[in-house]
């Protein structure tokens, strides 16, 4: 494992636009502003049984609509096919542990172009792989006697058609981006052609770009250092994506919504859902945010942490063309 660049963030996600579909979402699309529960309780509360969810964070959405869901307080990944009312334990048995089979308050997961789950195994230091059909997982990277990984946060993979073998950890305890390469194949950094990675600094308040070869940041969402919730804030910024026209989308953690900035960073975000202004558990409402992630449709998902619950919200898609 390498370290390719020093950062002062809480939480890093690259994004591959093509992922393993390719996005296209219209530029002046808007979303329904009522979400759909598809994963835990729609009242947000928390339990241990397959319908339910506690505290969870990491999600991610594959070309066949199949919801991964890092449940951290339930010590497992669990998945959901379309339309299901019970998730599916996939990784993690739901109790505490280091052993193979065992999770420790996940954090981060991801699946490669081969059905195999890694997972951010955050309270044991270490990043686990799952073959597919297997709850048996082998360790890529682990440090189990000094904290050099520091509390393992989010992790990605870079699923693309050509090469999948890349693995990201932002390393929380040491402000640190590590690469790994954990296959034989060739490292790849792809967000549009232009290879930039996109930091949520939620300690700073913004959203930062970095292109290839970059050592400092540009801010492209949020004021640094200043959290609020006018549009031109952000208030503990903890994850993001960027669709197919370079647009950003937050999550905007301590502002219970998700916002967007188009590449005209100067003017500020549009909230995009959840934007009430107020905290709950209400089809139109968030508490704590965690991860968001579109489908191959557009559509939005995310992972409500502190409701304990996934929310779909769906694209409305333009009936004429945008304006240029």
């Known amino acids: 494992m390498t370290t390719t660049s020093d950062t002062t963030t809480t939480s890093i996600v690259t994004f591959l636009p093509t992922g393993i579909y390719a996005l296209s979402i219209p530029t002046c699309a808007t979303w329904n502003q009522n979400g759909i529960t598809v994963a835990g309780n729609s009242n947000g509360n928390s339990g241990s049984d397959l319908a339910s969810l506690t505290n969870p964070v990491d999600i991610f959405v594959d070309n ?11 010590n497992r990944v669990v998945r959901y096919y379309t339309n299901d009312t ?12 280091n052993s193979p089979s065992e999770l420790n308050a996940p954090k981060g997961i991801a699946v490669d172009q081969y059905g195999a789950i890694i997972v951010a195994d955050s309270s044991n230091y270490r990043i686990q792989r799952f073959p597919l059909g297997s709850t048996v997982g082998t360790t890529l990277a682990i440090n189990s006697t000094i904290n050099i ?3 393992i946060q989010i992790i990605v993979m870079l699923l693309n058609i050509i090469q999948t073998t890349t693995l990201y950890v932002a390393d929380y305890g040491n402000e640190t981006l590590y690469v790994a390469d954990y296959g034989n194949e060739t490292l790849y ?8 990675l996109y930091v949520a600094d939620y300690g700073n308040n913004r959203v930062q770009m970095y292109p290839t070869g970059a050592t400092s940041g540009t801010t492209v969402a949020g004021i640094t250092g200043s959290a609020g919730s006018s549009l031109m804030q952000l208030n503990g910024p903890i994850a993001v994506v960027v669709d197919n026209n370079g647009y950003i989308y937050v999550a905007d953690y301590g502002n219970s919504r998700i916002v967007k900035w188009t590449t005209n960073y100067s003017t500020g975000g549009i909230c995009v859902v959840a934007c009430t202004g107020t905290v709950g558990a209400a089809e139109n409402q968030l508490n704590g945010p965690r991860d968001l992630k579109f489908d191959a449709e557009g559509n939005l998902y995310v992972s409500d942490q502190s409701n304990n619950r996934i929310q779909k919200y769906t694209i409305q898609q333009p009936t004429s063309s945008c304006p240029a």
């Open 64 to 74: 066949n609509y199949t919801l991964y869901i890092a449940d951290r307080d339930n």
């Open 189 to 196: 950094v792809a967000d549009y052609g232009n290879e930039t």
């Open 149 to 151: 990984l520091g509390q």
């Open 86 to 97: 019970i998730g599916t334990v996939v990784a993690g048995n739901s109790t505490t542990g």
